[in-house]
């Protein structure tokens, strides 16, 4: 370091944040010096005075020269952050020890990917071995193609207050004999039980376990649940989700206690902790707690003597939150099953959401593993001038090496448990997240760093142990070598139709897609076809006062008129195009240009096979607009009979064949 730096710029750099930034247009921004201490105090690095600084710095340098709890490298090549050592050995099963070949003093990782006890110079450590590359989806005589879909919004044959796996089950079998190769999900996480509030799949309480309200009985052996909760065509979340947890319970009572302990098995210590958490919480939220920190102080660390004794009195309710957890686990491995019975080459494709609830599961039971007194977001840009705070957090970069990253690994391995592949939002957190303290704006945040080399090789190796796929959403401004990293691990991009543009604003023939990743009509953050085709996300953003300043909603439309003529010459070239308010024709011809891409695999919006207007998110919006509420007008198999929706999947065989 250069002795001009101030100190506390030096300690910065020492803690992985990032005092420059740069914006999407490449506009450099400095962080000022005051949210530097701010958040180098919430990351538990002292920066009052110079001796502080100099201890803070101290610290990390000897936490950075200590053995690791997890070493992490790639097959048959260097273990470079051992640097040199005398001795480096593995240590099987059966107590043999194999001592690793050295190049240049640095041991050799093993050819085999894996986990391994080893020793080097004496002392114990865990060593993980990544293999060069992810798997891929399945390629055969045509590539592969899936529907995304939010699993709330499907309907049943009986009437319920919103979709389950029980639903997702028959939806799977209905789209894989109309040929589909996968369905993408919402993230299954764990949400706070029995509570309408907090309902978005990606502010999740935990994301190592699963929202048991998505759990169906009927698909392992059971009865379904009973569902009283009025049907209508937006999910009614605050009532709905306490009546599932009701019946739940109701279900719970009426087994042996034979029954339930054949279907709990023998929780390991996360599910069980995770038990406690959710009793904690349905015992302390009636009373106004919104989360473990706001309960009283001998209950927010788990590890008090006061949890275990609360635990062993409300025992019964223990097992019955870990009961709801085996019931959803069964239930998505069921899902899956059926999925490929079915003949599906891929079926599910999970989705890990970015980040959890500060108040959550995750944030109480993890301890210091998890960021503290920060959230995550995204910064100020010509794109966003306000910026984001997504009042969600996630794990500490310290915290994980300190760990030897067990609980991101855990989570990985939960997230890849029940399907083929896996989506993982805002991939740019392998190499950094914004951060901000707690209570401030977006403006207040910056950059902290990822051991970015680590999460990639573990991910691989998890990816490779599940013999699933690796899907990095890479949408937005990529940190450096971002788009590189992922293509050598073979992990898949993301290309949505609407932001594939060219330079003159023109959108990009099918056949420029990228191979190394996956062609999506959309996502449920975008607009639908049918509802970009219409106007009808300007409708919405001219309620909202988003359009740009100072621009009419005419104005508005008639820029989209022009953007019309631009996406119909791309899909249809010259055939006549369709009135704006007429998107049928517009929708398949959307679905047929996905199709056609070389991409690993294309993925419809079910919004877009359906031609639906109305997208499931408005990012930005809480209550202004009905996200994570809309549902379908009829259960899956029915509208797929229809001709209109016969004729897109006939489209998606032809084109992907």
């Given at each position: 370091m250069?002795?001009?730096?101030a100190p506390?710029h030096?300690?910065?750099?020492?803690?992985?944040?990032?005092?420059?930034?740069h914006?999407?247009?490449?506009?450099?921004?400095?962080?000022?010096?005051?949210?530097?201490?701010?958040?180098?105090?919430?990351?538990?690095?002292?920066s009052?005075?110079?001796?502080?600084?100099?201890?803070?710095i101290?610290?990390?340098?000897?936490?950075?020269?200590a053995?690791?709890?997890?070493?992490?490298?790639?097959?048959?090549?260097p273990?470079?952050?051992?640097?040199?050592?005398n001795?480096?050995?593995i240590?099987?099963?059966?107590?043999?020890t194999?001592p690793?070949?050295?190049?240049?003093?640095?041991p050799?990782a093993?050819?085999?990917?894996?986990?391994?006890?080893?020793r080097?110079?004496g002392?114990?450590t865990?060593l993980?071995?990544?293999?060069?590359h992810?798997?891929?989806p399945?390629?055969?005589?045509r590539?592969?193609?899936?529907?995304s879909?939010?699993?709330p919004?499907l309907?049943?044959?009986?009437?319920?207050?919103?979709?389950d796996?029980?639903?997702?089950?028959?939806?799977?079998?209905?789209?894989?004999?109309?040929?589909?190769?996968?369905?993408a999900?919402?993230?299954?996480?764990?949400l706070f039980?029995?509570?309408g509030?907090?309902?978005s799949?990606?502010?999740?309480?935990?994301?190592?376990?699963l929202n048991?309200?998505?759990?169906?009985?009927?698909?392992v052996?059971?009865?379904p649940?009973?569902?009283?909760?009025?049907?209508n065509?937006?999910?009614d979340?605050?009532?709905a989700?306490?009546?599932?947890?009701s019946?739940m319970?109701?279900?719970?009572?009426?087994?042996t206690?034979a029954?339930?302990?054949q279907?709990?098995g023998?929780?390991?210590?996360r599910?069980r902790?995770h038990?406690?958490?959710?009793t904690?919480?349905?015992?302390?939220?009636?009373?106004?707690a919104?989360g473990?920190?706001?309960?009283?102080t001998?209950?927010?660390?788990?590890q008090?003597k006061?949890?275990?004794?609360?635990?062993?009195k409300?025992?019964?309710?223990?097992?019955?939150?870990a009961?709801v957890?085996?019931?959803?686990?069964?239930?998505?491995?069921?899902?899956?099953?059926?999925?490929?019975?079915?003949g599906?080459?891929?079926g599910?494709?999970?989705d890990?959401?970015?980040g959890?609830d500060?108040?959550g599961s995750?944030?109480w039971?993890?301890?210091?593993?998890?960021?503290?007194g920060l959230t995550i977001g995204?910064?100020?840009d010509p794109?966003g001038?306000?910026?984001?705070?997504?009042a969600?957090?996630?794990?500490?970069?310290?915290?994980?090496?300190?760990?030897?990253?067990a609980?991101?690994?855990?989570?990985i391995?939960?997230?890849?448990?029940?399907?083929?592949g896996?989506?993982?939002?805002?991939a740019?957190?392998?190499?950094r997240?914004w951060v901000?303290?707690?209570?401030?704006?977006p403006a207040?945040?910056a950059?902290l760093?990822?051991?970015?080399?680590d999460?990639?090789?573990?991910?691989?190796?998890e990816?490779?142990?599940a013999?699933?796929?690796?899907?990095a959403e890479d949408?937005?401004?990529?940190?450096?070598?971002?788009?590189?990293?992922?293509?050598?691990?073979?992990?898949?991009?993301m290309?949505?139709?609407?932001?594939?543009r060219?330079?003159d604003n023109?959108f990009?023939?099918?056949?420029?897609?990228d191979?190394?990743?996956?062609?999506?009509?959309?996502?449920?953050?975008?607009?639908?076809?049918?509802?970009w085709?219409?106007?009808?996300?300007l409708?919405?953003?001219?309620?909202?006062?988003?359009?740009?300043?100072?621009m009419?909603?005419?104005?508005?439309?008639?820029?989209r008129?022009?953007?019309?003529?631009l996406?119909?010459?791309?899909?249809?070239g010259?055939?006549p195009r369709?009135?704006?308010?007429?998107?049928?024709?517009?929708?398949?011809?959307?679905?047929?240009?996905i199709?056609?891409?070389?991409?690993?695999?294309a993925v419809?919006?079910?919004?877009?096979?359906?031609?639906?207007i109305?997208?499931?998110?408005?990012?930005g919006?809480?209550?202004?607009h009905?996200?994570?509420?809309r549902?379908?007008?009829?259960?899956?198999?029915?509208?797929?009979?229809?001709?209109?929706?016969q004729?897109?999947?006939?489209?998606l065989?032809e084109?992907?064949g």
């Amino acid at each position: 370091m250069n002795d001009s730096v101030a100190p506390l710029h030096a300690l910065a750099e020492a803690a992985g944040l990032q005092r420059h930034w740069h914006d999407v247009d490449g506009q450099e921004h400095i962080v000022p010096d005051a949210t530097l201490e701010t958040i180098l105090a919430a990351l538990g690095h002292k920066s009052g005075s110079d001796r502080q600084i100099a201890n803070s710095i101290k610290a990390l340098q000897r936490e950075e020269a200590a053995l690791a709890a997890l070493i992490v490298a790639d097959a048959s090549m260097p273990i470079n952050a051992l640097e040199a050592c005398n001795s480096a050995e593995i240590i099987s099963a059966d107590g043999t020890t194999f001592p690793l070949l050295q190049e240049d003093g640095v041991p050799i990782a093993p050819d085999a990917p894996g986990y391994y006890d080893c020793r080097i110079d004496g002392e114990a450590t865990r060593l993980a071995v990544a293999p060069p590359h992810c798997p891929l989806p399945p390629a055969g005589e045509r590539k592969p193609w899936g529907v995304s879909l939010q699993i709330p919004s499907l309907r049943g044959a009986q009437p319920s207050g919103f979709g389950d796996l029980g639903d997702l089950a028959q939806a799977v079998e209905s789209l894989a004999a109309a040929g589909a190769d996968a369905v993408a999900i919402n993230p299954v996480h764990a949400l706070f039980p029995g509570t309408g509030e907090n309902f978005s799949p990606y502010s999740p309480s935990s994301r190592i376990h699963l929202n048991g309200a998505m759990a169906a009985p009927e698909l392992v052996g059971h009865k379904p649940l009973p569902d009283d909760v009025q049907d209508n065509p937006l999910i009614d979340w605050p009532n709905a989700l306490p009546a599932r947890l009701s019946a739940m319970r109701a279900f719970f009572d009426g087994l042996t206690g034979a029954q339930r302990a054949q279907i709990i098995g023998e929780p390991d210590e996360r599910q069980r902790l995770h038990a406690i958490f959710d009793t904690l919480d349905c015992h302390f939220r009636p009373n106004g707690a919104k989360g473990w920190r706001d309960w009283p102080t001998r209950y927010q660390n788990p590890q008090n003597k006061a949890v275990a004794s609360f635990a062993a009195k409300h025992a019964a309710e223990v097992e019955f939150h870990a009961f709801v957890q085996a019931i959803t686990r069964r239930s998505l491995a069921e899902v899956q099953a059926r999925a490929r019975a079915a003949g599906m080459t891929i079926g599910l494709v999970g989705d890990l959401a970015v980040g959890v609830d500060p108040g959550g599961s995750d944030g109480w039971a993890l301890g210091d593993a998890m960021l503290r007194g920060l959230t995550i977001g995204a910064p100020p840009d010509p794109l966003g001038p306000h910026g984001q705070n997504w009042a969600i957090t996630s794990f500490s970069p310290q915290g994980l090496r300190r760990s030897g990253y067990a609980p991101w690994i855990a989570m990985i391995r939960a997230a890849l448990a029940h399907g083929g592949g896996l989506r993982i939002d805002h991939a740019f957190g392998l190499a950094r997240l914004w951060v901000i303290p707690e209570g401030g704006g977006p403006a207040d945040g910056a950059y902290l760093t990822y051991p970015f080399e680590d999460l990639m090789r573990l991910l691989t190796l998890e990816a490779h142990l599940a013999n699933a796929f690796v899907i990095a959403e890479d949408l937005g401004t990529a940190p450096h070598d971002f788009s590189d990293a992922i293509a050598r691990r073979r992990m898949l991009g993301m290309r949505v139709l609407w932001f594939e543009r060219a330079q003159d604003n023109g959108f990009i023939g099918a056949q420029d897609y990228d191979p190394l990743a996956t062609a999506l009509s959309g996502t449920h953050d975008t607009q639908t076809l049918a509802g970009w085709w219409t106007g009808a996300d300007l409708v919405w953003a001219n309620r909202l006062r988003r359009l740009p300043q100072g621009m009419t909603l005419a104005e508005a439309q008639d820029i989209r008129e022009w953007d019309r003529g631009l996406l119909w010459s791309t899909l249809a070239g010259d055939a006549p195009r369709p009135a704006a308010d007429d998107p049928q024709a517009l929708v398949d011809a959307g679905i047929a240009h996905i199709a056609r891409t070389p991409s690993a695999l294309a993925v419809i919006t079910l919004e877009d096979l359906l031609g639906l207007i109305q997208q499931p998110n408005l990012p930005g919006t809480i209550t202004e607009h009905p996200n994570w509420r809309r549902r379908l007008d009829a259960p899956l198999q029915d509208l797929l009979k229809t001709p209109e929706i016969q004729h897109r999947l006939a489209l998606l065989q032809e084109h992907r064949g």
